[in-house]
């Protein structure tokens, strides 16, 4: 990833000390002590639930320029950002360069997406915890199943080995999920889908990252899978889907709000029963720019926020 050679105006940290990893831990640890006494706190106004953006929304502008990037997000108004697999190529004095610009500018980062070394005993995870754990990270997502995962024994071994690195990761204050596709919806062996199979098969603290655009699109219902998982959808990906083609301005072009997604019960069990901490916004492409898009999306978003 190109990214990780961007110069930081006006600092640099690559001498930076352990300490600094402790400095950012506990700004982590005390932010996550403020949301959950406010949340818990006795007449205060309902839970607010920050809106972030899945950065392979705007991927093109993340490889020209991550700092300039992260910056026009936080002016939009994007509370956090998920950053996607490519992250895990940044050395962890780079890590650290991007989470002191994050908090200079307010961003926060959740979750991440993840191949599936991430989740492989060894350097790899233990990068991906150490990484996770500068940004200020709570769940590492896989991003998608890797190759050959196919049949019961193959998803039954993708769940046995998401369920170990579930209790791995648990000691460092993390926490592991899976983000669905399309092709998750279908059947396993005719018997069961394949999200259904993943559910019953990972523990319940084990997240289940709805992205509803697929789930839309292939038929399924989001607001029962929702309710069918209480507590286990954590983060929703907002990306919105209509019938026709791409050709057409539809499909997965369509912003958040264009498309046919039932966005109004949707949010309501997210926040009544799935146990969702905050939302991303995603978009694979439109009609306008990167930019462009997250503005609109954001725009879109507040709007039916208002409006719900």
């Not at 084990?206 to 954590?234: S, Y």
């Amino acid at each position: 990833m190109k990214t990780k050679r961007n110069a930081i105006s006006r600092r640099n940290f690559l001498a930076v000390s352990a300490a600094t990893i402790a400095t950012l831990a506990t700004k982590t640890t005390a932010f996550a002590a403020s949301e959950d006494a406010a949340a818990a706190s006795p007449g205060t106004a309902a839970k607010k639930y920050p809106i972030g953006l899945e950065l392979y929304s705007v991927r093109a502008e993340l490889a020209r320029d991550l700092p300039n990037t992260l910056r026009t997000v936080a002016k939009m108004g994007y509370e956090v950002v998920e950053f996607y697999a490519p992250y895990s190529s940044w050395t962890l004095p780079y890590a650290k360069e991007v989470r002191t610009l994050m908090d200079d500018i307010g961003l926060r980062c959740y979750s991440t997406h993840n191949n599936i070394a991430s989740f492989t005993p060894g350097d790899s995870m233990s990068k991906a915890i150490e990484l996770n754990q500068i940004l200020g990270g709570r769940h590492l997502i896989l991003a998608s199943e890797p190759g050959g995962t196919k049949g019961l024994d193959g998803w039954k071994k993708l769940c046995d080995q998401l369920t170990a690195a579930t209790e791995q990761l648990k000691p460092h204050g993390l926490s592991a999920g899976f983000h669905n596709h399309q092709s998750e919806w279908a059947l396993l062996d005719g018997k069961m889908r394949i999200m259904d199979f993943i559910a019953a098969n990972t523990p319940k603290e084990f997240v289940l990252q709805l992205d509803v655009g697929t789930c839309v699109e292939a038929g399924a219902d989001p607001v029962a899978w929702i309710k069918a998982n209480p507590g286990r959808i954590k983060i929703a990906h907002l990306k919105d889907w209509a019938p026709g083609s791409r050709a057409d301005e539809k499909s997965y072009r369509v912003l958040f709000g264009e498309g046919v997604s039932p966005w109004k019960e949707i949010t309501a069990a997210l926040e009544s029963a799935g146990g969702v901490e905050c939302y991303l916004l995603e978009q694979e492409c439109s009609r306008f720019s990167e930019f462009e898009t997250a503005q609109r999306e954001l725009d879109a978003w507040k709007k039916f926020r208002k409006g719900a």
